[in-house]
C-alpha cells in the first residue's frame, strides 16, 4: 500500500491515541525541520513551535483543563477524566503559533496564518514517515488568552494554532477513506 513517497503521503491518517515511544531528538528534528520547507510568502517564517515533553504534559493538562473551567466552558467529569487518560500516554506535544510580525504590513496576516498552517502540514506528514503519529487539536483551551499566554504566545503578537501531538499508535489505524478528488476540481478553460 505505501510502497512509493506517493503512496505513503496518500496514506497518511490523524490518530489521536498514541503512546511512547515518541521520536528521538534526532527524529523530531527532521520533522521540525520540515516545516522550514512550507510555503512562505516574504519568507517571513511566522511559524512558532513550543515542545512540550514528560512532565510539562501534566503542567499543560492542569494549567489548560483549569482555564477552561474558570471561562465557565462544559467540561464534564467524564471529559476531564478521558482527556488525563489521553494525555497521560502522549510523549510529544507541540504548541503551534503563528508570530504576527505587526511590523509587516505588506503581507496580509491571513498568508502567515496559511505559510503556518502548511508548516504544521509538513509537520504531520514528516511525522507519518518516520512511522509515528500525529494529530492536530484546538482543544485544550486553545482559544483561550490563559493558554496561551502561559505557553508564551500572547494574543497582541501571536495567533495560537494548538498543537500537535506525536508519538506510537496504541491500536493499529485503519486505513481513513478519502472522497475522490474529483468530486472537488473542475476545469475551468476561459471559453
Ligand atoms: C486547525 C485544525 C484543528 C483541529 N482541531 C481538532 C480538535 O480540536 N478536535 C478534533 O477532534 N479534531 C480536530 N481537528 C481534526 C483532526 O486533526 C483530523 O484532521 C481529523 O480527525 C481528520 O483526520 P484526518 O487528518 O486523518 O483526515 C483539527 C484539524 C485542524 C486542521
Redesign the pocket.
Known amino acids: 500500500m505505501s510502497d512509493t513517497p506517493i503512496d505513503f503521503l496518500l496514506s497518511r ?2 490518530v489521536k491515541f498514541v503512546q511512547a515511544p515518541g521520536p528521538s531528538d534526532d527524529e523530531l528534528g527532521r520533522i521540525l525541520q520540515s516545516a522550514m520547507s512550507a510555503p512562505d510568502h516574504g519568507r517571513l517564517q511566522p511559524w512558532r513551535f513550543a515542545l512540550i515533553r514528560g512532565q510539562a504534559i501534566g503542567r499543560l493538562t492542569d494549567l489548560s483543563i483549569a482555564a477552561v473551567k474558570e471561562a465557565g466552558m462544559p467540561f464534564p467529569p467524564e471529559k476531564e477524566a478521558s482527556t488525563r487518560r489521553w494525555l497521560d500516554k502522549v510523549p510529544l506535544l507541540i504548541a503551534l503559533a503563528c508570530r504576527l510580525d505587526h511590523a509587516n504590513t505588506k503581507i496580509p496576516e491571513h498568508e502567515r496564518m496559511l505559510a503556518t498552517g502548511a508548516a504544521v502540514t509538513n509537520i504531520l506528514n514528516a511525522a507519518h514517515m518516520l512511522g509515528y503519529a500525529a ?5 485544550l483551551g486553545t482559544y483561550l488568552d490563559d493558554v496561551a499566554d502561559a505557553l508564551g504566545f500572547d494574543a497582541l503578537d501571536y495567533r495560537f ?2 498543537f500537535v501531538s506525536i508519538g506510537t499508535p496504541i491500536a493499529t489505524p485503519a486505513p ?1 477513506p478519502r472522497p475522490d478528488y474529483q468530486q472537488f476540481v473542475t476545469e475551468w478553460n476561459g471559453i
Open positions: 491518517r490523524s494529530y492536530w487539536s484546538t482543544g494554532m494548538g481513513m
